[in-house]
């Protein structure tokens, strides 16, 4: 069975800003019929309207919700547009720094998780660089965190940012195992200057390893910045992956 890949819409945020509509329309040509939106509860109607006339389908999506004073109105968001997992992508690292950080993060992602549940999704947490660089007593702050949730939260595994965070990413991804339900898959130099990152298979990341240590989840194409015309940069991606993941 051929793989389906996703894109994280963040990647082409200027576009999505202009025209959301003809932004995902022109994912939906270059071939993706699987998108993951971030801050969708704040334009929930705009996205479901823009889905629809692509075409495409949203299985996760990201939104702030660790500190949402609100959670249920992104979970109510998810509901509408068909999302199934709704991924927190951003705690700073200022937040990541003591076993009483991990602690109280832990305790609010498990909170979250069951709140999720309410509304039949499920709730999970995509790192960065500093959760792998951070440490506490010689461990990484997200090892300790990921001790600590309940076996229903799952992971967003950055693989790129892992990798700049010093991880050996195909180890992590096998300890990690069958929490990992997302891999955001992107390329380039081992540096935290995004403007270096390229489509996958063009950098030093070692994708077709971090792949592997993760056969069964969902790849999900993202830049943080590209150098070149964004789509053409997520079409590249996409045809290594339909190439080099089958």
Same mark, same amino acid.
Do not use: C
């Given at each position: 069975?051929?793989?389906?890949?996703?894109?994280?819409?963040?990647?082409?945020?200027?576009?999505?800003?202009?025209?959301?509509?003809?932004?995902?329309?022109?994912?939906?040509?270059?071939?993706?019929?699987?998108?993951?939106?971030?801050?969708?509860?704040?334009?929930?109607?705009?996205?479901?309207?823009?889905?629809?006339?692509?075409?495409?389908?949203?299985?996760? /999506?990201?939104?702030? !919700? =660790? @500190?949402?004073?609100? &959670?249920? #109105?992104?979970?109510?968001? *998810?509901?509408?547009? /068909?999302?199934?997992? !709704? =991924? @927190?992508?951003?705690? &700073?690292? #200022?937040?990541?720094?003591? *076993?009483?950080?991990?602690?109280?993060?832990?305790?609010?992602?498990?909170?979250?998780?069951?709140?999720?549940?309410?509304?039949?999704?499920?709730?999970?947490?995509?790192?960065?660089?500093?959760?792998?660089?951070?440490?506490?007593?010689?461990?990484?702050?997200?090892?300790?965190?990921?001790?600590?949730?309940?076996?229903?939260?799952?992971?967003?595994?950055?693989?790129?940012?892992?990798?700049?965070?010093?991880?050996?990413?195909?180890?992590?991804?096998?300890?990690?195992?069958?929490?990992?339900?997302?891999?955001?898959?992107?390329?380039?130099?081992?540096?935290?200057?995004?403007?270096?990152?390229?489509?996958?298979?063009?950098?030093?990341?070692?994708?077709?390893?971090?792949?592997?240590?993760?056969?069964?989840?969902?790849?999900?194409?993202?830049?943080?910045?590209?150098?070149?015309?964004?789509?053409?940069?997520?079409?590249?991606?996409?045809?290594?992956?339909?190439?080099?993941?089958?």
């Amino acid at each position: 069975m051929s793989r389906k890949p996703s894109v994280q819409l963040y990647s082409v945020r200027e576009a999505v800003q202009q025209d959301l509509s003809a932004a995902v329309a022109r994912l939906a040509e270059i071939g993706l019929t699987q998108v993951e939106p971030y801050a969708f509860h704040a334009r929930t109607a705009e996205y479901k309207d823009a889905f629809a006339a692509a075409g495409v389908t949203a299985p996760s /999506g990201h939104a702030p !919700v =660790i @500190d949402a004073e609100n &959670p249920r #109105e992104v979970f109510e968001a *998810a509901n509408t547009l /068909g999302i199934t997992t !709704v =991924i @927190d992508p951003f705690v &700073p690292s #200022e937040r990541w720094q003591t *076993a009483d950080d991990v602690r109280r993060l832990a305790e609010r992602v498990n909170e979250l998780s069951a709140l999720a549940h309410e509304y039949v999704l499920d709730f999970g947490y995509h790192n960065h660089h500093w959760e792998l660089q951070n440490t506490v007593e010689g461990r990484s702050v997200l090892e300790l965190f990921v001790e600590q949730l309940e076996p229903a939260v799952v992971l967003e595994v950055d693989t790129f940012w892992s990798t700049v965070g010093g991880a050996d990413t195909p180890a992590l991804l096998r300890s990690l195992g069958d929490r990992v339900k997302f891999l955001h898959v992107k390329d380039g130099a081992r540096s935290t200057d995004t403007s270096l990152q390229q489509p996958a298979g063009q950098g030093e990341i070692g994708v077709p390893a971090v792949l592997a240590a993760a056969p069964d989840a969902l790849r999900v194409i993202e830049f943080d910045a590209y150098s070149g015309d964004v789509f053409e940069g997520i079409a590249a991606s996409l045809a290594w992956l339909q190439e080099n993941d089958a």
